[in-house]
Nanobody, 114 residues
């Protein structure tokens, strides 16, 4: 079982990034997908959820209107489109698949700075 994030990096405030999380080794279609982020010294924060049905979405207030979670079941991949990025969005971003089991990716660093 693997979840592999990609797409992180350094971006200026107001910029955009798209994170990807490729899944393998389990039936991805049966799992809700989530994105979390974590800043050193703070708890991991749940920021976006996309349910297995591909329609039900939820967002944390801190990212609502700026971030969009989506998935492609044909590619076993979940995405996080991040727009209007702010310095406070700087964190390590993790994807998670939640269903009969819970699987985590290794994280990808996003740094928003001028």
């Amino acid at each position: 079982v693997k979840l592999v994030e990609s797409g992180g990096g350094l971006v200026q405030p107001g910029g955009s990034l798209r994170l990807s999380c490729a899944a393998s080794g389990f039936n991805f279609r049966e799992y809700d997908t989530r994105w979390y982020r974590q800043v050193p010294g703070k708890e991991r924060e749940l920021i976006a959820v996309l349910h297995a049905d591909g329609r039900s979405r939820n967002y944390a207030d801190s990212v609502k209107g700026r971030f969009t979670i989506s998935r492609d079941n044909g590619k076993n991949t979940v995405y996080l489109q991040m727009n209007s990025l702010k310095p406070e969005d700087t964190a390590v971003y993790f994807c998670m698949a939640f269903g009969p089991h819970a699987y985590w990716g290794q994280g990808t660093q996003v740094t928003v700075s001028s």
